[in-house]
């Protein structure tokens, strides 16, 4: 069983138009111009990861409303097990809009959600319970209105206390408590706040630094996005650089989701090596950023990416 946590849940659209003007009304007509989904990372790592022939994925969470219904049963379309708790709030709906010429991605997110006391408690109840037969936990994304920042710090310590290893992605105050609970992996994201961890972030100095901070506080292993590349800093102190080369990026959503599935994949399927892992991950987020889809089709489609990548060890004081 593989469990993957989205505590905010959304439906996405998203639009490709010719181009994306103020005032310029657009009418779509092709279905390959409009994709519509459940979203929510740690949801688009489950669907990955079935793409990738596991049999069992769930996702843990929370759902709401009428929409919450839909929501559902396009994740159940994926053959993702559902293991969430309903609430009467409706869930987010967040739209996308790419231009082709020039190229232009705009997002409009919704960050609406609510979910009550008596619901996160019933969601620590249920995660218990569920994770008893996964060895790795991948949590991550925003958090709903409604609930404290110290929800993954709570997660992550229930999973050690199972025996567990925990995969985190995420952001803000929420990074910043759940360090606490020393997660073996990292991934922050910082495109609300633009910092990690208090820490204004500019250029690659200002990352290096975030990235030991995080350690202190209690991160393993920690990989920071830095523009098109990763930042990679293993338990040993050492700090490594993950870049492309010859590529052409037209879809940013779903690449970090993919990187968190072919950085898991590879460790469920050849035991544990941080930069060979990071090295899958980054193939699988090439390959969707430069498709339009949001999810992986195969393995194979996205190794044959691993020869465009490269990692070097980087000689900072």
Known sequence: MITT?????????????????VMHDQFI????????????????????????????????????????LFFEKMVQDYRVICNYIHTDS???NNIKIIGKNPVTYTQYNDYTFRVEKEEVDELIIRFKRAITESEYILIAGSIPEGVDFDIYQKLINIAHDHGKKVYLQASGEALKLALEAEPEFVAPYFKHHKTICDMEIKDREDYIAAGRKMQELGAEHVMIPFHCDRLLFDKNGDIYQLSPK???????????????????DYLFKNGFDFLKANHFGGAAALWVSENK??????RESFSKCRERLKIEKLEVE
């Open 293 to 298: 889809e949001i999810y992986l089709e195969d």
């Open 29 to 68: 007509y092709n279905d390959d111009d409009l994709k519509i989904y459940p979203g929510g990372k740690g949801l688009l790592s489950a669907v990955n990861f079935k793409s990738l022939g596991y049999s069992d994925v769930q996702n843990i969470g929370f759902t709401g409303g009428k929409q919450g």
């Open 90 to 92: 409706e869930i987010r």
């Open 246 to 264: 010859d590529y052409c990026i037209i879809n940013w959503l779903g690449a970090s989701d993919a990187y968190n599935a072919g950085f898991l």
């Open 5 to 21: 946590v989205t505590l905010n849940p959304s439906i996405d659209r998203e639009y490709f138009v010719d181009s994306h003007e």
